[in-house]
């Protein structure tokens, strides 16, 4: 299951998250989104796990908990919209 976790501190990073969720289950990927001309976090990431009843546990447990004085949320990721090629502005 992918997770969307949101509202991070700039300073938090990706081995913070590993150490927050691998307390629920297996985390088997990753990856705090950063600003691509900057390279400074954007204050979300996506977090997966291959185990749902983990991955659940993690939303249920991790989910507006305080993190480096942050309220964080957890969800399930949505998938990413398709792009219509022909509103390509």
């Known amino acids: 299951m992918n997770m969307y976790v949101s509202n991070l501190s700039f300073n938090t990073s990706e ?3 590993q ?5 629920y289950g ?3 990927s990753l990856k705090i ?3 691509r001309q900057t390279g400074q976090s ?3 990431a996506f977090v997966e796990m291959d185990i ?5 546990h993690a939303i249920e447990n991790l989910n ?4 480096q004085g942050r309220q964080i949320s957890v969800s399930v990721a949505r998938e990413k919209a398709k792009r219509d090629p ?3 502005w």
């Open 52 to 56: 749902d009843d983990e991955a659940n």
């Open 33 to 35: 989104i950063t600003d």
């Open 42 to 44: 954007r204050g979300f």
């Open 64 to 67: 507006n908990k305080e993190v």
């Open 26 to 28: 297996t985390v088997s």
């Open 15 to 17: 081995n913070d998250l």
């Open 86 to 88: 022909r509103n390509n």
């Open 19 to 23: 150490q927050l969720f691998s307390e």
